[in-house]
């Protein structure tokens, strides 16, 4: 089977810096992957690590280490808008994906 | 490009009624998810098609939910009869193929069964 461990709450104030977890346990592994998900609203995509470090794009950045079962979302400079529950993502083997149960982040100002 | 389209957006039902959902994903993408979210959970996946077949299904109550993708394109997911417990959002969504790592998801439905 296939579990993922993330904190379901984190705060944080405007332009700071906050880091969200993800321990896994999995059968096969094919990647980690962050979604966003405002309230009522869909998941969407943010980043994805199939290797080992650090994947960058704008403000978002995740990291991945294979050997621990560990990752993290790194959101820099946050915003009012960046309130909203993250989840981590794990393909296993046959590509099954498993979703955490979320961190909701609160941005305060 | 459009995005993955379900229908209908909400939907209240009493136990015991049947209930069915749609969804069309995003055109030329092979491999069409659906989850099941509950309040405060991450998505729960009850289906993955590949093309017209159906495969990881291990998550679906087969006693009451099925479903079905139509020539590989659009998807319909049902339940009958629901139960109290079938209350949550359910997600589609869909990616290229199946070692694609994004998924786009659509807005989902949420259902209310009292």
């Known amino acids: 089977g296939q579990s993922l461990e993330q904190p379901s709450e984190v705060t944080a104030v405007e332009g700071a810096i906050v880091q969200i977890n993800c321990t896994y346990q999995t059968s096969g592994f094919y990647g980690l992957s962050w979604y966003q998900q405002h309230d009522g609203g869909a998941p969407t995509f943010l980043s994805y690590?199939?290797?080992?470090g650090l994947e960058e794009t704008g403000r978002f950045s995740s990291f991945l280490s294979r050997s621990d079962s560990y990752g993290y979302l790194l959101l820099q400079e946050l915003q009012m808008k960046d309130s909203a529950s993250y989840f981590c993502?794990?393909?296993?083997?046959?590509?099954?994906?498993?979703f955490g149960r979320g961190t909701s982040l609160i941005v305060h100002p | 490009e459009a995005g993955v389209v379900q229908s209908p957006r909400y939907k209240i039902i009493e136990k015991k009624q049947p209930v069915a959902f749609w969804c069309n994903p995003i055109?030329?993408?092979?491999?069409l998810y659906w989850y099941r979210q509950n309040l405060g959970q991450g998505p729960e996946l009850l289906i993955r098609?590949?093309?017209?077949?159906?495969?990881?299904d291990s998550q679906l109550p087969k006693d009451r939910f099925s479903a079905e993708r139509l020539k590989g394109v659009d998807s319909t997911l049902k339940i009958q009869p629901a139960e109290l417990g079938d209350s949550a959002v359910y997600l589609c969504?869909?990616?290229?193929?199946?070692?694609?790592?994004?998924?786009?998801f659509g807005p989902g439905t949420r259902l209310t069964v009292t």
């Open positions: 690590n199939g290797l080992d």
């Open positions: 993502a794990v393909r296993g083997g046959s590509y099954i994906p498993t």
């Open positions: 969504a869909s990616s290229r193929d199946r070692s694609s790592y994004e998924q786009y």
């Open positions: 098609y590949e093309n017209e077949e159906a495969v990881d």
């Open positions: 055109s030329g993408h092979n491999t």
